[in-house]
């Protein structure tokens, strides 16, 4: 009988959480004193948001300001100075690009899992079916043992018990029945031999993809900092690109707060800390070091008037 070979599979797929820089700018030269009225202006279409969308994802932006503060410091106006612009650039392209790697390897590795499923079952059936052989392997085995001893007997002149035609015509049976065993023997080991080599096909395509993985988590995480997605300068707040909806309100409410003058914290569960990584970005509230940042900013604001 052959052996099986041994096969181990190790998926992981680490998606590491992206580390991005918000891009430091430059200090505001719009007055505290009311609040600042910003419009929708540019929406490039490869970001597929709808205007109305991107609206309400602002409207809740700005609700992330008025919610711990009970202060109204956004609204919307179709007339303000201040623009809000979707730029597609380079970091949305990698993004995508991302995106669609992650789903291919996603994909591959589902597909090892269903191969790795059917070989599975295949090796149960096929140990079903050895043991069934070594039992009609051990059963013909007594047969033959039991057949020489009567003819040990039949040659000793005992010929009360057994014909000669019958011990010939037993001996045939038993050499057919035998040969019979010997094909289905081989058959089997025939299906073993298959099964190894789905195996063997397997593991070489476990160890590429685990290289992919390997090769696309080192090339997605090497640099990520140098990304910015959020700007804000002047009468103007760009937004590079984003991961998803939440990830895009709590840019825009982060570059809302440098519009406002505020500069940035030193806490990584802040809004206003300079990268979005440990934020509750679901159900995201400003934290006291955000509030901090607002009512000091304020007061040495006050102070100069
Ligand atoms: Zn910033």
């Known amino acids: 009988m052959k052996k099986f070979l041994w096969w181990g599979m190790s998926f992981y797929l680490s998606m590491s959480l992206y580390t ?86 996603l994909q591959q590795q589902e597909e090892l899992r269903e191969k790795n499923k059917a070989v599975l079952l295949s090796k149960q059936q096929i140990d079903q079916e050895t043991a069934l052989l070594h039992e009609a392997k051990e059963e013909l085995n007594n047969r033959f043992e039991q057949y020489q001893k009567d003819v040990t007997l039949f040659n000793q002149g005992d010929n009360s018990k057994f014909k000669q035609a019958d011990l010939i015509k037993r001996q045939a049976e038993l050499t057919e029945l035998s040969l019979k065993l010997k094909t289905k023997f081989s058959q089997h080991n025939n299906k073993i031999e298959n099964l190894n080599a789905q195996i063997k096909q397997i593991n070489q395509q476990q160890s590429l993809l685990s290289q992919s993985i ?39 409410a982060h570059e809302f707060g440098h519009a406002l003058g505020l500069k940035h914290t030193t806490d990584p569960k802040s809004l206003m800390y300079p990268r979005l990584k440990e934020q509750d970005i679901h159900n995201f509230k400003l934290t006291h070091a955000d509030l901090d940042l607002l009512s000091s900013f304020y007061s040495s604001n006050n102070e100069n008037h």
């Not at 009311?34 to 970001?47: A, G, N, S």
């Not at 597609?88 to 995508?96: E, G």
């Not at 990520?224 to 002047?234: D, I, N, Y």
């Open 20 to 105: 991005v820089a918000f891009a430091q700018s430059r200090l505001s030269t719009i007055s505290f004193n009311q609040p600042l009225k910003y419009k929708i202006d540019y929406i490039d279409p490869r970001f597929h948001i709808t205007k109305e969308q991107f609206i309400q994802i602002g409207q809740e932006a700005a609700g992330i300001w008025q919610k711990e503060t009970g202060k109204t410091y956004f609204i919307y106006d179709p007339q303000a100075e201040l623009t809000i612009n979707l730029v597609f650039d380079d970091y949305q392209a990698v993004q995508n690009e991302r995106k669609i790697n992650i789903n291919k390897l």
């Open 214 to 252: 390997k090769q696309f988590n080192l090339s997605t995480t090497a640099s990520p900092e140098t990304f910015h997605k959020g700007l804000f300068s002047q009468n103007q707040i760009q937004i590079y690109g984003f991961n998803s909806f939440d990830d895009l309100r709590l840019t825009l």
